[in-house]
């Protein structure tokens, strides 16, 4: 694209988020709609994560909000989720019907930050759910903001701006309420009650259920499920846009290491999905990029990860965990800082930084199906990082946004 197109795009842009913001002002002053919700996950990327457990929880309790409460999405992303999700009522993302359905909301539920130009009615009530237990520093945490178009200060005073707009955060644990208070520089309620997006770890974690997700996902496999869910690296870029995935271990390796009737499940971020070389193993490695990742876990005997936050969803299950951070110096002092010292004292499982290493912990899971020799450090991780999960947040939020208290229960 040339520059003086790219200044033309850039033009039309700001005039349409003009007509928007001008449209919002005045709709903003009319009296808010009872009973209109609008839930959004991940800036519209999706229908998922905690604000799709929290729709799935308020329309069970009270029907009606079904034809009151909407998911907002890109519009890129409307016609996909659309035929996913016919049930639900989708509203495409800065258009001019979504902001009229926002302007007059009387919940908006979300789990990232909205941009600080866009403003709320001031009888709407905000939900954050956010989206994870921190591991890797965030908001005013961060030192060093290295994202265009911004300074660390302005970054920094953005997040906090964006943060006391909120009426109610949910916290997991106390842990992340405490990280969450600091870094977003947050003065609001919290909700501390565990993550609705992980109720299901434990209303659905039945052999029967296990066994249908299961088939579902896999089809006929009957043996062990092991996955592998690695975070994500922004700095393996090739080009804009084109990122590279390699595996950190050899397939056949791995497979000469479990169980003979193993099956590997691949989670990777959705921009490397189509980069993942399973060539040979087809029948042996299924890659779920899009499958709820509830459902992964559910069916999952073993997970190995990074520096992922899965590690703290999965801990509700009380299943092995194994750590293979092959980078973890590079990623640990250069990318992201983290919170807590990443060793086999805090984490829930053996970490390993190298292939040998990773193969013979492979080996000891075979053996036992679990590594008995983290057992304390599983509990204390458990205690520590799941302790307010009960089952409940969903059905807990759902009746905060009916009644607009909190049951407490």
Request: aromatic residues 14%; positive net charge.
């Amino acid at each position: 694209m040339t520059n003086s197109r790219q200044r033309l795009v850039q033009s039309l842009k700001l005039v349409a988020r003009y007509g928007l913001i001008v449209l919002n002002g005045g709709l903003i002053c009319l009296p808010i709609k009872r009973r209109q919700v609008l839930f959004e996950s991940f800036n519209g990327k999706d229908v998922n994560d905690n604000p799709a457990a929290i729709y799935r929880a308020l329309v069970r309790a009270d029907p009606r909000y079904q034809k009151t409460a909407y998911f907002s999405v890109k519009p890129s992303e409307y016609a996909t989720l659309h035929q996913t999700y016919p049930e639900i009522q989708l509203v495409k993302r800065f258009t001019p019907r979504w902001v009229a359905l926002m302007a007059r909301a009387e919940f908006w539920v979300l789990n990232s930050r909205l941009p600080n130009w866009w403003h709320a009615n001031r009888h709407t009530t905000t939900i954050q759910t956010w989206h994870g237990t921190p591991l890797k520093k965030l908001g005013a945490d961060i030192e060093h903001v290295a994202m265009k178009g911004t300074t660390t200060a302005q970054y920094h005073a953005d997040f906090v701006t964006a943060a006391n707009r909120w009426d109610y955060l949910i916290a997991p644990n106390q842990y992340s309420q405490d990280i969450f208070k600091r870094a977003f520089g947050y003065r609001g309620k919290f909700l501390p009650i565990g993550y609705p997006r992980n109720d299901v770890l434990y209303t659905a974690d039945q052999p029967a259920q296990v066994a249908a997700i299961k088939r579902r996902l896999l089809g006929a496999v009957t043996g062990p499920v092991v996955t592998y869910a690695p975070t994500w690296r922004d700095d393996t870029a090739v080009r804009p846009g084109v990122y590279q995935f390699d595996l950190p271990f050899d397939l056949g390796e791995f497979f000469r290491h479990v169980p003979a009737d193993t099956h590997l499940v691949i989670r990777p971020h959705y921009l490397v999905k189509d980069q993942i070389d399973i060539r040979g193993y087809e029948s042996r490695v299924t890659i779920l990029a899009e499958a709820d990742i509830a459902d992964i876990y559910l069916i999952t005997d073993l997970l190995i990860t990074d520096y992922s936050s899965v590690m703290f969803d999965f801990a509700n299950l009380k299943r092995p965990q194994l750590f293979f951070a092959y980078d973890l110096a590079h990623y640990r002092d250069q990318l992201r800082g983290f919170y807590f010292d990443y060793s086999p004292n805090d984490l829930p499982g053996p970490l390993v930084t190298d292939a040998p290493a990773f193969y013979a912990q492979l080996d000891a899971w075979s053996q036992a199906g679990r590594f008995p020799a983290y057992a304390q450090q599983q509990a204390a991780f458990y205690r520590r990082f799941c302790e307010w999960e009960t089952g409940t947040a969903s059905r807990r939020v759902a009746n905060l946004i009916m009644t607009g208290k909190d049951d407490g229960q």
